[in-house]
């Protein structure tokens, strides 16, 4: 039987991550690199190696998976090459493969390793966390996109 709950966060989080995707699709190297808000704003690459960076840290520990390797003052030095679409295709497949046979306790608590100081939540903020976290940057993307386009 499924789980109505992960699948209505795997639906919130299809939908987000397929965001990402379509931002990604079709740009150059140097627009996943360009900063069209100038100064120390965000890159298209960026904002998506953050945005999955930090989904992929929630999902874990919402739903008591192995933590991944994770640098996150990295994902802010983040730069593009030409593999970077497929790399974004395969950070999203992992993120949606960690709700794959996933059963909902909302009460599981577990504790952040990126964060400093390190942060107890309960799974039920672990995913909440996510899928806003996550929302958050997809709209950084539609305005950085907004941006690149109009030579800003």
Not at 108 to 113: H, N, S, Y
Request: glycine share 8%; hydrophobic share 40%.
């Amino acid at each position: 039987m499924t789980d109505v709950t992960v699948e209505g966060l795997r639906e919130v989080l299809e939908e987000s991550l397929g965001e990402l995707r379509k931002g990604v699709a079709g740009l150059s190297v140097e627009q996943l690199n360009a900063r069209p808000a100038g100064g120390d704003t965000n890159s298209v690459a960026v904002i998506v190696t953050h945005a999955l960076g930090s989904t992929r840290s929630w999902l874990s520990l919402a739903f008591a998976r192995p933590m991944p390797a994770r640098d996150r003052p990295a994902e802010f030095r983040a730069v593009a090459d030409d593999g970077f679409p497929a790399w974004t295709d395969d950070r999203i497949t992992e993120c949606l493969s960690l709700l794959d046979g996933a059963t909902w306790d909302p009460a599981l608590v577990g504790t952040t390793d990126w964060t400093r100081p390190p942060e107890t939540r309960t799974a039920a903020y672990a995913a909440s966390h996510a899928l806003s976290h996550l929302g958050e940057h997809v709209g950084h993307l539609h305005m950085t996109l907004e941006l690149l386009r109009s030579g800003t």
